[in-house]
T-cell receptor, first 117, second 111 residues
Framework: DADVTQTPRNRITKTGKRIMLECSQT?????MYWYRQDPGLGLRLIYY???????NKGEISDGYSVSRQAQAKFSLSLESAIPNQTALYFC????????????????FGSGTRLTVV | GIQVEQSPPDLILQEGANSTLRCNFS?????LQWFHQNPWGQLINLFY???GTKQNGRLSATTVATERYSLLYISSSQTTDSGVYFC?????????????FGQGTILTVHP
């Protein structure tokens, strides 16, 4: 099984619908992130969570919300999807100083390709 | 916020050739990572390298933090090296987690 699992892998939804993207990890990492990737724009941070009670907005949080249900689970919601939210969405995890980490390298999930029509 | 510039934007090689990818950043960093995104979209962490030099097989990376750049070396390239290479950084003084990504270098290796 993958260390970081995202579901669904692909999703087509209509404008105005609520949609949730889910992420779960078996790395035991404290930190989890949601990024979106658009062609030509690289990856941009939507939300991040350094532990279950610590959730923070990233660079482009408008139109999104998140929930950290457990250390291993971090979900991203689009409350009312719009076409410009069509993108590839990635969840990632990393270790923390609290856990004694010396390497803060990210582990990414396989991505969710979301199309809003 | 911190700016990250990668060069070249595109690179085309024949199998067996060597290449150097560069990442310049605008502020002091405590976290720098290189990633490879394969043609199927999967992102793989290559190096966590805020300073110094690391090697992993045919790949190596060097970060000169005082001069605000990092280099990724690919030797004896293979077609499986094709994809997009991203550099990502975090500004010194923050909390070791939130990365800012560059725009990437698209590498194509022909057989």
């Amino acid at each position: 099984d993958a260390d970081v699992t995202q579901t669904p892998r692909n999703r087509i939804t209509k404008t105005g619908k609520r949609i949730m993207l889910e992420c779960s990890q078996t790395k035991g990492h404290d930190r989890m992130y949601w990024y979106r990737q658009d062609p030509g724009l690289g990856l941009r941070l939507i939300y991040y969570s350094f532990d279950v009670k610590d959730i923070n907005k990233g660079e482009i949080s408008d139109g999104y919300s998140v929930s950290r249900q457990a250390q291993a689970k971090f979900s991203l919601s689009l409350e009312s999807a719009i076409p410009n939210q069509t993108a590839l969405y990635f969840c990632a995890t990393s270790d923390s100083l609290r856990q004694g980490a010396k390497d803060y390298g990210y582990t990414f999930g396989s991505g969710t390709r979301l199309t809003v029509v | 916020g911190i700016q990250v510039e990668q060069s070249p934007p595109d690179l085309i090689l024949q199998e067996g050739a060597n290449s150097t990818l560069r990442c310049n950043f605008s502020d002091s960093v405590n976290n720098l990572q290189w990633f490879h995104q394969n043609p199927w979209g999967q992102l793989i962490n290559l190096f966590y390298i805020p300073s110094g030099t690391k090697q992993n097989g045919r790949l190596s990376a060097t970060t000169v933090a005082t001069e605000r750049y990092s280099l990724l070396y690919i030797s004896s390239s293979q077609t499986t090296d094709s994809g997009v290479y991203f550099c990502a950084v975090e500004t010194l003084g923050t909390s070791y987690g939130k990365l800012t990504f560059g725009q990437g270098t698209i590498l194509t290796v022909h057989p």
